[in-house]
């Protein structure tokens, strides 16, 4: 969405040449091939490991540190590996959508009138809280699983599950909220309520 957005605001005119369906179709493989290959070494990490006491997880799903902290024998690998894996995938993102940002910016500034920028901004703005509702969650999982000794297991639970949860739920809202009628019926639902 970040390289969507800068072509629709640096390179308006040649969006359809750019990101023409063999571009999107290269930019998922790409996606696809980035997810299997730092994906694949958890299972084969798992098999390595020796678990000898319970092997019921206390997660809501399968996460792999919550299968690694089952296991009676060395970790090491499996903990640096899945903290590498968390920490290069959301790096990358971020500057991803970083370097995108800032070239939008650029533009953006550069053009005279208020209501394009207002709109550019308005767009970006939407993509953004997206991406920060998706990352914050998912970096205080996977980091307090690794250096959260304090934090209370219904709170890795909890904050695991609004990982997966809430970012696809918000995801609509978000960007429904550009809508002005969808926006009319939420400021009213609020309202209503005494919230607004």
Known sequence: MALNHYVAICRPLHHSTILHPGTIGCIGIAVLLHGLILLS????LLQSLIFCQTT????AYCE??????LACTETTVNRAYGLAVALLVVGLDVLAVGVSYALILQAVLKV?????RLKAF????????VILVFSVPGMFSFLTHRFGHNVSHHVHVLMATLYLLVPPALNPLVYGVKTRQIRQRVLRVFYVKGLV
């Open 41 to 44: 070494p958890f299972p084969i």
């Open 56 to 59: 019921v997880i206390g997660h």
């Open 64 to 69: 792999h540190m919550a299968v690694v902290k």
């Open 112 to 116: 005279p009138g208020s209501e394009a």
């Open 122 to 129: 308005s767009t970006c703005g939407a993509h953004v809280c």
